[in-house]
């Protein structure tokens, strides 16, 4: 490399080399554009699990890891699927949305899974997305989320809006409450859900008074708190989400701001949460969610008394840990339907497709592939758990697009 | 010591060129292209700071206006003459593309942007902080805070940034669809490309006077101000340059990935792209790139299959190479051979 | 008017929070030169403590009162190990020093993850911490802020009386002015370096306790934060507390008003503009030590 012309040759060499292989580059029989083929050799099938273990997230994802290795555990117990064992393989998607990509890809396409349950926040379904689109692998997504959504590949299994938010609003306006103050982490689910709660704010009488975003993360809510106090709204609609909800409601209850004068509601506490927060400074507010701990029926008991036992007896059951459970036995309620493990068969059987559940009885909509869940307005009590005070009297039909509501039509 | 440089371009090349897609999978052949773009950003932060003394831990910052600059256009492309992106008629509820995307639908501005932006925003920023010759440690931690301030602004305007979620989706790389594994390939092999031609220009760099000046500037900045140059001007081209390395890598990664998020911005991936560049040994010119890819590797394939385990590890690797090896591997190699020359003092 | 006077009251609760975090800082960052990044873990090893005295001691109060000296000392006996075993190697490199203390910082996280869980844990505040203390009309204080304002006032004062009027300060301020011209002097500068590191370090376990009145205990708890408190010893200039403390009451209502009339994002973007243009005007800081040194 003694002169410029070396140099110069050397990267002509190189990039005709670059230009020259694509062209002979892809071996047949790799992949192809018609999607991965399942690994069905063996008595066992494979199944991805992607959650977030290390990280900010590892709060919350790792219940959800624990709820699905449960429901395996439980299936396997009971004989597994077609007569395989499902084999669980765990990847730590590390609260880092393109490591969620980079680690779908790899259980696709490296481990050949039969379905993945897995993600948590929106931003890591999103990258998620294009990899199921692309190699025609399925999902299955536990969380309770933002709507206007509807991947072919992806099985949603935690309340859509008009199961969570929409009856959320429904039991402030029958409590009375004419003003709302909206407050949330800066990120797409809770803007999302607050151009809902505006739009039907503005259609039911009700006044937005303000609306506030912190950074995710974000640990100081003096300002906010204080503007929520000026305004005097009836209610305060919470999204917030993780660390920062310690901080509100810490800020919340010295101010002088309480359950009985300016009630919360949160669509993103769970029990878990609570168990972080302290109940010293939620009790008495409100919660948006599809079961409860306490939700009664014997599929309930059945799952609390099986978590506790395998996980520990203060560790308490959540709406998306519920939600995480049932989409393993619905991909087996799916898989038995089709009597096959293929992908396209697999969604062909879903219509119509039933769970006792923990929550009560769900049933899966083929058409948006979102299931029927009962909506449950719950009460936070000095014991950590929530017990519910309302609910939509059976399973809500499954709406991401709100097009069944009239004053969301300018929405999506 | 030339034919020797000549003979490991040559390697390189073979390596790279002919015997990883030979043996990779099409996936792990990606991860390669994807830890290659982390390479590249190594390479600017050896000369930075390496090189020059700079401790850049803001880098996240200019891989990410690469990035955006080359999603942007990528998903103008995808949704086609007059469509917004997916994204933006999702949630922004926007009439029109507003006038800061308008540019970059064009390809030669989008491409130019790449570049050029980050070494615009290094340049503006650098004249601020080296004239008032803030340094070292306030340089650092200015660093630190822009890439955080970056974050939170780009996750503030969801509506036309993508927030959180950043930009994803990416079907088309200028005509090429993405999806096709051969196209995937091709990616690959221009950031290898891209990669040993930066290599080559930085070595030019290194060998240069300019290269001696920098390192003059690290180590005594006095004198060299006292010998009539001004260090704040040397510090700069080193800091310019670095960010358009950052860019190059930023804008590769889009398509080699498939998505840029904030997550690849804000100060923890910031300040593991230097953890690399100090293992492989941060004052030469090859350390840095074969740093970042083993530390990129080893945190995949450890991550597959103890997930804690690799937190340790990052924190024992900062603890103990930085304590104990500053020159980094480079340096243990050299210390084998007992040739103490490239020397790395204090900078 | 009532908004006025509670927004600068939050301001400047933030900027008491901001200086209970820089204080530590200002003694090892100001002071010694050293950036320690595990600064936040510190904090987080305090906040811990509380979180572990309240499961012994089941009152409230009393749990909060004596995890106030057991934090500093445990966070300020992490500091001294962390000199002893790492920093001191490593005094003439201070960009070598950022990078180490980040690594122990992953690993100290970890640990914390792996000891008490990923989740967050609570800790019980005092009932009469978890109200308020009504001033006037509408105008009310928090009192667990009124608390933390009263534990910087403290703490401000007792470092400013231990450096300028013991013997200790003197040898700190000496060290930190001419280090060799110290050494010759009789200085032992070894010891007051660690000695300096361990009350620095235990400041940030005392305001881990207060943090735990205020927000989340959790595994990264410290890393939210040390941003944010670095760049308030920056700005203030090395040297000097005056400077640290008046920065950060500054920044604490800049912030809070920018947050008011716009957001919290803008708010945090604002600031960061803001010490950039500051920087220009005062490269070394609002207050400087005159030294004739060039570096």
Known sequence: ?412 | MKWRAAAGFALGAVVLFGVAPAVLSDFRLSLLAKYLCFALVAVGIGLAWGRGGLLTLGQGVFFGLGGYAMAMHLKLADAGEGNLPDFMELYGQLDALPWWWRPFANPVFALAATVLLPMLVALALGTLIFRRRVRGAYFAILSQALAAAMVILLIGQQGTTGGTNGLTDIEGFFGYDLDDPVNQRMVYFIIAACLLGLLALVRQLMHSRYGELLVAVRDSEERVRFLGYNPATVKLVAYVAAAGMAGLAGALFVPAVGIISPALIGIVPSIEFVIGVAIGGRATLLGPVLGAVAVAYAKTTLSERFPGAWIYLQGALFVIVIAVLPGGLASLARLLRRQPHGRLEHP | MTVVASQLFTGISIGAVLLLIALGLALTFGQMGVINMAHGEFIMAGAYTTFVLQSAITDAGVSLLVAIPVAFAVAGAMGVLLEFLLIRRLYARPLDTLLVTWGVSLLLQQLARDIFGAPNVQTRAPEVLTGNTRIAGDLTMANNRLFILGLVVLAVAALTVALRLTSFGRRIRAVVQNRDLAAVSGVPTARIDRLTFFIGSGLAGIAGVALTLLGPIGPTMGTNIIIDAFLVVVVGGIGHLRGSVIVAFVLGVLQSSVEYLTTLSVAKVAVFVAIVAFLQWRPQGAFTLRTRSLA
């Open chain 1, 1 to 412: 490399m003694s002169t410029i012309r070396g140099r110069v040759a050397v990267l002509c060499a190189a990039l005709a080399v670059a230009l020259v292989l694509p062209g002979c580059g892809s071996k047949t029989g790799e992949t192809t554009s018609t999607g991965v083929t399942i690994d069905v050799s063996g008595d066992t099938i494979k199944v991805g699990l992607l959650n977030s273990l290390s990280g900010t997230m590892a709060i919350s994802e790792v219940t959800v890891r624990d709820a699905i290795v449960l429901a395996i555990e439980e299936i396997n117990a009971a004989g597994g699927v077609l007569g395989k064992k499902i084999q669980p393989i765990s990847e730590d998607g590390a609260s880092d949305w393109p490591t969620f990509a980079e680690k779908a890809e790899k259980l696709i396409k490296e481990n050949r899974v039969g379905a993945v349950f897995g993600c948590w926040t929106s931003a890591s379904r999103k990258a998620v997305k294009p990899v199921f689109e692309e190699n025609k692998s399925l999902l299955f997504y536990p969380v309770q989320y933002e709507g206007l959504e509807q991947s072919p590949y992806i099985f949603y299994t935690g309340a859509t809006t008009n199961q969570q938010i929409v009856p959320g609003l429904d039991y402030l306006k029958a409590q009375g409450k004419k003003s709302v103050y909206l407050v949330g982490s800066d990120y797409v689910f809770p803007r999302t859900a607050n151009k809902i709660i505006k739009a039907y704010a503005a259609a039911n009488g009700m006044t937005v008074l303000g609306e506030d975003y912190a950074p995710l993360g974000s640990t100081e809510f003096g300002t906010i708190v204080n503007k929520v106090k000026a305004a005097k709204a009836d209610a305060v609609f919470n999204t917030l989400n993780g660390d920062s909800n310690v901080a509100f409601f810490k800020e919340y209850k010295s101010a002088g701001l309480t359950a009985a004068t300016m009630p919360v509601i949160s669509v993103s506490i769970a029990e878990e949460e609570v168990k972080s927060i302290g109940t010293q400074y939620l009790a008495g507010q409100l919660t948006a969610w599809n079961y409860y701990q306490t939700t009664t029926g014997s599929a309930n008991d059945k799952f609390v008394k099986a978590y506790k036992a395998k996980f520990g007896a203060d560790k308490p059951t959540s709406d998306p840990m519920e939600a995480a459970y049932v989409s393993v036995y619905l991909w087996k309620a799916m898989v038995e339907k089709a009597k096959s493990f293929e992908v396209e068969k697999v969604k062909g059987a879903s219509d119509g497709i039933t769970f006792q559940a923990p929550e009560g009885l769900v049933t899966i909509d083929g058409a948006t592939q979102h299931i029927h869940k009962t909506a449950r307005i719950g009460k936070i009590g000095d014991d950590g758990l929530i017990t519910e005070v309302w609910n939509s009297g059976g399973p809500v039909k499954p709406d991401p697009y709100l097009k069944a509501y009239p004053w969301a039509s300018g929405l999506s």
